[in-house]
Structures are given as structure tokens and as C-alpha cells.
């Protein structure tokens, strides 16, 4: 499975967000291409301890649902909610400028295989480096399908 630890995989993400079209229409969802990346940005923000997002953690999701979502290659579900203080139109950080956004998600890509010390994911709890970097990977990945890049 494809991880942020390793180096082709974190260019290969950067390199699809550089093709991605800020008119593009979602394959799903009610995200543009621009919330689309500021999402992401805002998640990066969680998972770095950065910003905060309000837990909505079970037992299941904890256990589960995590185990699916990182140790199994089945296609996350699309549409799930996310929390309020990510959601793009509600509590999410609102898009100002394209190119500086991308760069910043990029950048944010890039550093995320050498950080040691993470927040708490709001479904799936206090998770290894290892388990945040397939995070990671497969978060961009599904919303870059979102948008066929």
C-alpha cells in the first residue's frame, strides 16, 4: 500500500496537484477543486497537531473502521461528513489564492514523512507514524479521484 513515507509517492501526489483543473467538476461531493485543496490543507493541520477538529471517535472507528481504511485497499466510501471545523462553507479555512494553496498543500506533503509528532484524528484516535503517513497517502488520493487526477 502506498504511503507518504516514501519519497516517489509524495512527488507523484505533488505532481497530480500541479494537473489539477481549479474549474474542475467533482466526480462527487459538493467540494470545488479549490475547498478540495484547502480540505486537504486543513487535514494536514489536524493530523499535525496544527488546528483542531472535534473527536467523533468510537470504539468502532478506532478499531474497524481504521483497520479498513489503512490496512485494506478498498476505495474510501465517498460523501462521509467531516468535521464541522473542516468542512469547507462552514468552519473550514476558505480559499484566497490557487497557486499559493496548492503550494502549500505540497508542502505540507513533502514534510509529512519526517514529522514525529501528530495530533488526534477525530475518527480513528491516536494513530503511529506509519498509520498517518498511509493516512495521508490515501486522504489526497481520494480526493484527487474526486476530481480524475
Not at 90 to 108: E, I, K, N, Q, S
Not at 117 to 145: N, S
Request: proline residues 7%; glycine residues 6%.
Amino acid at each position: 500500500m502506498s504511503t507518504l513515507a516514501e519519497p516517489e509517492v509524495r512527488s507523484s501526489c505533488c505532481d497530480r496537484i500541479t494537473r489539477l483543473d481549479p474549474n474542475a467538476n467533482p466526480k462527487w461531493g459538493l467540494m470545488t477543486a479549490h475547498q478540495m485543496v484547502c480540505h486537504l490543507n486543513d487535514s494536514f493541520r489536524v493530523a499535525s497537531g496544527e488546528m483542531y477538529a472535534s473527536p467523533a471517535t468510537s470504539l468502532f472507528t478506532r478499531t474497524v473502521v481504521k483497520w479498513m481504511a489503512l490496512r485494506t485497499p478498498v476505495p474510501w466510501p465517498r460523501g462521509l461528513a467531516t468535521r464541522p471545523e473542516i468542512e469547507q462553507g462552514r468552519g473550514g479555512t476558505p480559499p484566497t489564492d490557487w497557486v499559493r494553496d496548492c503550494g502549500d498543500l505540497c508542502a505540507m506533503i513533502l514534510a509529512f514523512a519526517d514529522r514525529r509528532t501528530f495530533g488526534a484524528h477525530p475518527f480513528f484516535g491516536e494513530m503511529a507514524h506509519r498509520d498517518w503517513q498511509v493516512w495521508g497517502y490515501r486522504h489526497v488520493d481520494h480526493h484527487l479521484r474526486q476530481f480524475r487526477v
